[in-house]
T-cell receptor, first 113, second 114 residues
């Protein structure tokens, strides 16, 4: 069984740029959730994708968007990067949109200069 | 109402001791309470979880105690080991969480001294 994988592991961008982060869900899982974890804080829910559609969204602006593909992998896109977007971005996969049991990947560390 | 408050922020325990981390919530619509363990440079890993219909759940050295009336729950790590040194997060999710949201506490950095 393959766990959740994310790429890239680290990324440096400048303010105003756009970034795309990628996630491959655990084998057999059809739901992907994205979280932002600022340094020293708990993860904050960005949104969830279930069967290629956005299923729920947290308190993040529209410049945070995502996609889920037929193989259930997912992308997180952030436009017009701001300094406060510097964080660890975590992807979690689960089986079914109502499943609370979420398995996290190692994250992508984004630094915005 | 959506918050989960976690304490302490940091904790130092001697090897073999008991580590206790506490969380409190206000939203009575929460009905699933997991604990995650996170090592530096890694994503959170699910440790143990509980629902409000039981007051305690034990898995190995890890126990969750749940007090529904007080809206509090805690993680106890018995016989703490240096390998348990990590950041621990409590979390909660609402009934029929079709939106997929887990709401996390702020985290507790545990250090177990040999």
């Amino acid at each position: 069984e393959t766990g959740v994988t994310q790429s890239p592991t680290h990324l440096i961008k400048t303010r105003g740029q756009q970034v795309t982060l990628r996630c491959s869900s655990q084998s057999g899982h059809n739901t992907v959730s994205w979280y932002q974890q600022a340094l020293g804080q708990g993860p904050q829910f960005i949104f969830q994708y279930y069967r290629e559609e956005e299923n729920g969204r947290g308190n993040f602006p529209p410049r945070f968007s995502g996609l889920q593909f037929p193989n259930y992998s997912s992308e997180l896109n952030v436009n017009a990067l701001e300094l406060d977007d510097s964080a660890l971005y975590l992807c979690a996969s689960s089986l079914g949109r109502g499943s609370e049991t979420q398995y996290f990947g190692p994250g992508t560390r984004l630094l915005v200069l | 109402q959506q918050q989960v408050k976690q304490s302490p922020q940091s904790l130092i325990v001697q090897k073999g001791g008991i580590s206790i981390i506490n969380c409190a919530y206000e939203n009575t619509a929460f009905d699933y309470f997991p604990w995650y363990q996170q090592f530096p440079g890694k994503g959170p890993a699910l440790l143990i979880a509980i629902r409000p219909d039981v007051s305690e759940k034990k898995e190995g050295r890890f126990t969750i105690s749940f007090n529904k009336s007080a809206k509090q729950f805690s993680l106890h790590i018995m016989d703490s080991q240096p390998g348990d040194s990590a950041t621990y997060f409590c979390a909660a999710s609402p009934v029929d969480n079709q939106g997929g949201k887990l709401i996390f506490g702020q985290g507790t950095e545990l250090s177990v001294k040999p």
